[in-house]
């Protein structure tokens, strides 16, 4: 199961950082994900991290102003997000996969999801 929180509403500039913790079956060898899903438009995998060896990936809509990190110990992955952007509204779901990524994959490449939080950046 994953349990993601920290969405809201703030403005263009601010920032926010979101968490999911992870339990049951989500093999902590695998990797995790955020991906986002903006109104009207196609799920979209922004970020990803592998739970051994933490390697990180990114999105270019997002590189340098969004970073993933994870606490082991807790089996929580946070997407730190700054500078945040109108475009950049969307429900934003974590979610995982039981093994690990080189690349930065595709929604559909994750097996297991948590519900969405909202993140809404107003000009």
């Known amino acids: 199961q994953l349990q993601a929180s920290g969405g809201g509403s703030v403005q263009a500039g601010d920032s926010l950082r979101l968490s999911c913790e992870a339990s049951g079956r989500t093999s902590m060898n695998g990797a995790m994900g955020w991906i986002r899903q903006a109104p009207g438009k196609e799920r979209e995998s922004v970020a990803a991290?592998?739970?051994?060896?933490?390697?990180?990936f990114y999105a270019d809509s997002v590189k340098g102003r969004f970073t993933i990190s994870r606490d082991n110990g807790r089996n929580t992955v946070y997407l730190q997000m700054n500078s945040l952007k109108p475009e950049d509204t969307a429900v934003y779901y974590c979610?995982?996969?039981?093994?690990?990524?080189?690349?930065?994959?595709?929604?559909?490449?994750?097996?297991?999801w948590g519900q969405g939080t909202l993140v809404t950046v107003s000009s």
């Open positions: 991290i592998n739970w051994v060896g933490g390697r990180l």
């Open positions: 979610a995982a996969r039981n093994n690990r990524i080189v690349v930065l994959m595709a929604p559909d490449a994750y097996t297991y």
